[in-house]
């Protein structure tokens, strides 16, 4: 059974559409044929030209479709009463079961691998020792559902994909403003994540977002491209749908079937918000904020290439379904309008963006590469598996936690690194979570805090809400566009320096320091032997190879002392692929 | 093992991309134990004779905040205004009185009066002149010095190769973060986390024990993986205890020369230019702040003139001496000139539409003026000049083809240079 309509399952996010208008606007595109009869004929045909062909067609191949893009550029809805219901596990894993075209099944990870690459997927952390002993010792059938659940309970976890999406929206700003409120979003969509708000209503939120960005700090995806309505259609587009459509800014798509004109007209949806910096707020300390308002008068322009000089032609708002709005529309009715059409459940892109992201987070590899691009042309791995865990998405209600639930209990999130992906291909595979992946900065970061102790002691700046200035030095050097294949992501000088030779680490792990972690292990644990375990425990989540106990105590036994051959020894660990990598 | 040695010297000759790069670490797993038999360095010093070295440098003082046309190298008298112009070592080409030093290597130096362009913005300004590209839509244009970097460093060179000092950089976009310029606040100070900490001994010791550790680990699978990482602490570890290292430690210099480049940081950090292009490094943009002159402008311009003339004026000279300045590319720009008109505060507002820049070096003949602005500098009424002509100019003062494409992350190919025509009169 679909979900009701907006205006009467989500009284949270809209109070009451400000006229008539809006309201037939939302229902068009939640509930469209329910509503048939309250809506004007005019409206409703081009609706009615992109289902109705479509209705005939079993649900399946409906969603199997391989073509987004149906006549020249038009965005192909949905029925939502074909979603069904949500997924469970076993019909996940018999999914992929069924996409696997080889026999092997692949190795699953051993528990200690497993447990690692699940507290960094989940909270962002590595397990302390205690938690991977807890899990190798539990004889609980259940033990790693469980162990998921409580892991998705924790706070840790709405902060960890907060980080993700925080970065996915400001690497690709070009505005020097993206610094301003980068934290603020960030624990605004922790927030968000831990309450397991839909992702609709998410999204909706940062579209809409109006005011001052310390009172809206979701208005940070609009702030942060300084309210550019060419920038923001871009970017919504790309980072909710899939979709790309920013090409055809300037000319009519190379490669895909949208025009300039659809370009321009998605950006009028968006053409009436400004944003302004206004200084000496009393809000915050730093007494700056950006202000995101509505611009009354003057319509959304085209610019003609020919003659820059020139205003260029007036763009109404028409979405990516050939289905115009009103250019009288007001800001706040434009962007509830487009907030709409970016999150209707007819609109399967919304749920596939979303879907295809976690699984390359987690898994390592996406449906497609890159993982933003879901184009006519975009090579699709597993498009049934992919269409039926969308369709679910869509059918719980754009649960979070629910998605998350089924992928990490899945069989292709149990597999080990390394093992022959199922479905026979020689490379990365979505089916199995072997690819590794870079820890990102804030990983890195949070996990030698763990390892260390005391790495967030230097505090931000008194009052200023923002990371410490230890975890900025790392994100400096180790931060990335989440948006980016893993392959392309390289490693750097400056990050090799920091972690052999950072003043910072240094002191933290000199066991000569007062209150030194390492020197309170070697305290605890005089036999070496006992020591190496607990260390490679504590820095890899795992214990020690004959052979690498082999080679630590053999360093042991030649260094000058206990103090610097354990210093020396984690310092090495810290360097290791190993360690700033996820199996 | 020759056979090895071959595949990889040549990867490495068309080492000019991640794509490349990935190639060669691929080749080097394929090789099974090669890195560890043989070593990165001697690979590399195995593939050294054939790799092409052009040789070719940049320096780039940057005006940050728009350095005014007129009170720099393009007075005018009978304009508003109360500096007065001087002559130069080349008769008939005056500059602003600030600017004494400079007019005595104005025989090297070429100036460019026609600068003209749209952007009023700091911010989009700064952007279009270091990536040659106006900002907006989601493209992270390349900054020049990552585009000129990756087409002229070597790949054998132990430190970057693209340095910035004193301001906030551009950085390589979407081009392969190697690319991205290392920063440098401070030019009297060693640069962040290049000192072992530990007695070179000992880090030595370390990177044993790591080394060792890499070839046991027991999660196995991605050999590329682990190699490229050995690859980067390779080279991490060759730069921290690189003999060159020396080079940021500009004490090193005769007293005399330290203050003739003058005592404070932006002098220093043309030192500093020098020593690393005459070290290797390809590609260093030094920062000159403050240009923003909406109030008190004749006193802040007169200020910043006093730290940028004998700096510019010094390493011309300086480059010269050594036989440098053939192969270097001097160039000296801001992002936009100032209205020809005061305002109310004794200012002067912003002025994209004309504006001027000086040019030395790389085989460009000094002495030259390039286009003309009216008597009141507001207008350019001769040989006007674009950004994209200007970077291409450059790029070809170089010996890059500007119009070479890069692969954006959209998968659309993007040019160094997008149109643009070089000024014919630099072509040699």
Redesign the interface.
């Known amino acids: 059974m679909s979900r009701l309509p907006v205006v009467t399952s989500r009284p949270m996010r809209v109070a009451l559409p400000s006229s008539l208008l809006g309201l037939l606007l939302l229902t068009t595109l939640t509930n469209a044929d329910e509503r048939q009869a309250m809506m004007p004929r005019e409206q409703f045909a081009p609706l009615r030209r992109a289902t109705q062909p479509q209705a005939k067609l079993p649900p399946k191949l409906e969603w199997v479709s391989a073509k987004p893009v149906e006549v020249g550029g038009q965005l192909s809805l949905i029925d939502p009463r074909t979603l069904g219901k949500p997924l469970t596990i076993a019909e996940l894993d018999a999914l992929i079961k069924s996409s696997a075209t080889s026999a092997d099944p692949g190795r699953e990870a051993p528990e200690d ?1 497993f447990v690692r690459r699940l507290f960094l997927d989940t909270i962002g952390q590595i397990p302390a020792p205690a938690d991977v002993r807890d899990y190798l010792e539990s004889d609980s059938p259940d033990k790693k559902a469980q162990l998921i659940e409580r892991l998705l309970s924790e706070p840790r976890y709405g902060r960890h994909w907060a980080r993700y999406w925080r970065d996915a929206i400001a690497y ?5 403003q993206r610094r301003l409120g980068l934290f603020d979003i960030e624990t605004w969509l922790a927030e968000q994540f831990n309450q397991n708000r839909p992702w609709d209503e998410i999204v909706s939120d940062m579209l809409r977002a109006e005011g001052l960005s310390d009172s809206t700090p979701e208005g940070y995806f609009i702030a942060a491209h300084e309210g ?1 309505p ?2 923001v259609a ?2 919504a587009s ?1 980072l909710f749908l899939g979709i ?1 459509i ?2 055809a ?1 300037c000319h009519d798509h ?2 895909d079937a949208w025009t300039r004109n659809q370009f321009h007209q998605v950006a009028s949806f968006f053409g009436k918000a400004r944003t302004r910096l206004r200084r000496n707020v009393d809000t915050n300390r730093r007494g700056v904020a950006i202000e995101i308002f509505s611009r009354p008068l003057g319509d959304y322009r085209m610019p003609d290439l020919d003659d820059p000089g020139s205003p260029g032609d007036v763009m109404g708002p028409t979405f990516l379904t050939g289905q115009p709005v009103s250019n009288d529309l007001s800001d706040a009715q434009r962007r509830q309008a487009a907030s709409a059409f970016f999150t209707s459940k007819r609109n399967p892109y919304f749920a596939k963006a979303f879907v295809n992201r976690a699984w390359a987070k987690l898994t390592g590899v996406g449906f497609t590469t ?1 993982v933003d691009d879901l184009s006519l042309l975009a090579d699709v791995r597993h498009p049934e598996l992919f269409e039926a865990l969308s369709r679910s998405f869509a059918a719980s209600d754009y649960d979070v936690k629910e998605l998350m639930r089924l992928i990490l209990n899945s069989s292709a999130y149990a597999a080990a ?2 093992s022959p992906a199922p479905d026979g291909s020689v490379g990365e595979s979505p089916l199995t979570a ?1 690819t ?1 992946k870079r820890l990102t900065s804030d990983q890195l970061f949070d996990s030698l805090d763990l390892i260390l102790g005391g790495l967030e002691e230097t505090r931000p700046r008194r009052g200023l809400n923002r990371p410490s200035e230890s975890r900025r030095t790392f994100r400096e050097a180790f931060g ?1 566009d989440p ?2 294949p893993a ?12 972690l ?4 910072m680490l ?1 002191q933290r792990i000199d066991t000569k320091r007062p209150g030194s972690v390492l020197a309170k292990l070697l305290e605890h644990y005089p036999s070496d032997p006992e020591m190496i375990e607990m260390l490679y425990l504590r820095v890899l989540g ?1 214990l020690p ?1 004959s ?2 106990n082999a ?1 630590a105590k053999d ?1 042991v036994a030649k260094s000058a002392s206990r103090g ?1 051959a354990y210093e ?2 984690l ?3 810290l ?4 360690f ?2 996820n ?1 | 093992m020759t056979d090895l040695i071959r595949r990889v010297s040549n990867a490495t000759i068309d080492r000019h991309g991640a794509i490349q790069r990935r190639d060669f670490l691929r080749t080097i797993g394929v090789g099974a134990a090669g890195l560890s038999m043989l070593g990165w360095q001697d690979l590399l010093l195995a593939a050294a004779p054939t790799l092409r070295q052009q040789g070719k440098s940049v320096i780039v003082l940057w005006m940050q905040g728009g350095p005014s046309h007129l009170e720099t190298f393009d007075p005018k008298p009978k304009a508003e205004g109360e500096a007065k112009s001087i002559g130069t070592a080349v008769p008939g080409i005056e500059i602003a009185e600030y600017w004494p030093q400079v007019a005595k290597q104005m025989k090297d130096i070429t100036l460019i009066r026609s600068m003209s362009n749209k952007e009023g913005n700091h911010q989009r300004a700064t952007y279009q002149l270091h990536t040659g590209y106006i900002p907006g839509g989601t493209v992270r244009h390349p900054s020049f010095g990552s585009l000129v970097t990756k087409e002229l460093a070597p790949a054998d060179f132990d430190l970057p190769g693209y340095v910035s000092i004193g301001g906030p950089a551009r950085g390589a976009g979407f081009l392969p973060v190697e690319y991205n310029p290392f920063q440098l606040g401070n030019p009297a100070k060693m640069p962040d986390n290049v000192d072992t900490i530990v007695p070179k001994q000992r880090f030595q010791r370390r990177l044993g024990l790591l080394n060792q550790l890499e070839g046991s680990s027991t999660k196995g699978g991605d050999d590329a993986m682990v190699s490229d990482h050995r690859t980067l602490y390779s080279k991490a570890s060759t730069f921290s205890t690189s003999p060159k290292l020396g080079v940021f430690d500009i004490k090193d210099e005769p007293a005399a020369l330290r203050q003739a480049y003058g005592d404070n940081r932006f002098g220093q950090g043309c030192l500093l230019a020098r020593r690393l292009v005459e070290t290797g490094t390809t590609y260093v943009e030094v920062t000159l702040g403050g240009w923003d002159t909406h109030f008190n402008h004749f006193e802040q311009v007169s200020n910043l003139a006093e730290q940028c003339d004998p700096a510019f004026a010094t390493l011309i000279a300086d480059l010269k001496q050594r036989g440098m300045l053939d192969d270097t590319l001097v160039v000296w720009m801001g992002e936009f000139g100032r209205t020809p008109k005061l305002n109310g505060r004794g200012g002067r507002d912003h002025f994209p539409r004309a504006f001027n820049v000086a040019l030395a070096g790389c085989g460009i003949e000094g002495g030259q003026v390039i286009g003309k602005t009216s008597d009141d500098a507001s207008e350019v009424i001769e040989e006007p000049v674009s950004v994209v002509d200007l970077f291409a100019t450059l790029c070809t003062r170089l010996g890059i083809d500007p119009h070479k494409e890069n692969m954006s992350p959209l998968g659309r190919p993007m040019k160094i240079v997008d149109g643009g025509t070089p000024i014919e009169s630099l072509l040699s």
């Open positions: 691998h690709r700003t070009a505005s020097d550019r060419a920038d871009g970017e790309r790309q920013a090409c800014q190379p490669s890159p690194a390394g072997a590794a990335f948006s980016t392959s392309d992501i390289d490693g750097t000088i400056p990050q090799a320096l920091l052999m030779n950072n003043p240094h795992r190879s052979k690498e080679i360093y610097e020396d020894l310092w090495a660990m360097n290791t692929t190993e700033l990598n199996h």
